[in-house]
Structure formats: structure tokens, C-alpha cells
């Protein structure tokens, strides 16, 4: 039963940093690409980063040159640092997994998700 969990949220003024994290278990296979998306209140869930088994990285336009995605696979474990952070990136946060994915950014092309956690830029 694969389970994901979402921390580091929290609050932050505008060009602060976060990192969120997210804990896996349960997954027996290590080739599964990991993905944060984000949806804010009324909005669809969107994909912000994400990346595959061997590293390769996808970002969002509104991502790039700002976060960075990174895993452990050792510790089944995946973070996002998010620099220069904006009002417009409040929203709650989500990390999702998935075996195989053609289009690493949609949501859905992943089978698991975690609960979230907010993140709110002022």
C-alpha cells in the first residue's frame, strides 16, 4: 500500500524560501516518477515539478529557475526547495507518484497522492 506525506508548508513573506518534503513508503519498485502539483482554492490541481526515476526533471513555466525538485531514492524520499517565492504561489501542495508517465506535469497521470500541505506567500 503505497502511502505519501507531505511536510514543510507553512507561512512566508514574499522572495522567502520553502522546502516541502514528502515521505513514501510502500512502493516496491524504485522506477516511479514523483511529481509536486499545487491547486489553489477554486482552481485546478496544476503540476509544478517532477521527476522520474533516473533524475530527468520537468518544471512548470512558473517554476523554473525558482524550485528545485530532488529525491533520495535510498530514503524514498522527495523534496522541493522553492526560492523567491510569490504571492501567487500560495496554494496547498501536493506530491503525487506514479510507475509510468508520458506527461510528468498533468495530474493525471498519477496514481498516488498525499494529503497536501499549505504553503502561504504574503
Known amino acids: 500500500h503505497v502511502q505519501l506525506a507531505e511536510s514543510g508548508g507553512g507561512s512566508v513573506q514574499a522572495g522567502g524560501s520553502l522546502r516541502l518534503s514528502c515521505a513514501v513508503s510502500?512502493?516496491?519498485?524504485?522506477?516511479?516518477?514523483m511529481g509536486w502539483f499545487r491547486q489553489a482554492p477554486g482552481k485546478e490541481r496544476v503540476g509544478v515539478a517532477a521527476i522520474d526515476s533516473d533524475g530527468s526533471t520537468a518544471y512548470a513555466d512558473s517554476a523554473k529557475g525558482r524550485f528545485t525538485i530532488s529525491r533520495d531514492n535510498a530514503r524514498n524520499w522527495l523534496d522541493l526547495q522553492m526560492n523567491n517565492l510569490k504571492v501567487e504561489d500560495t496554494s496547498m501542495y501536493y506530491c503525487?507518484?506514479?510507475?509510468?508517465?508520458?506527461?510528468?506535469?498533468?495530474?493525471?497521470?498519477?496514481?498516488?497522492w498525499g494529503q497536501g500541505t499549505q504553503v502561504t506567500v504574503s
Open positions: 510502500g512502493y516496491t519498485d524504485r522506477r516511479y516518477c
Open positions: 503525487a507518484g506514479a510507475p509510468l508517465v508520458h506527461s510528468p506535469l498533468e495530474p493525471y497521470e498519477y496514481n498516488y
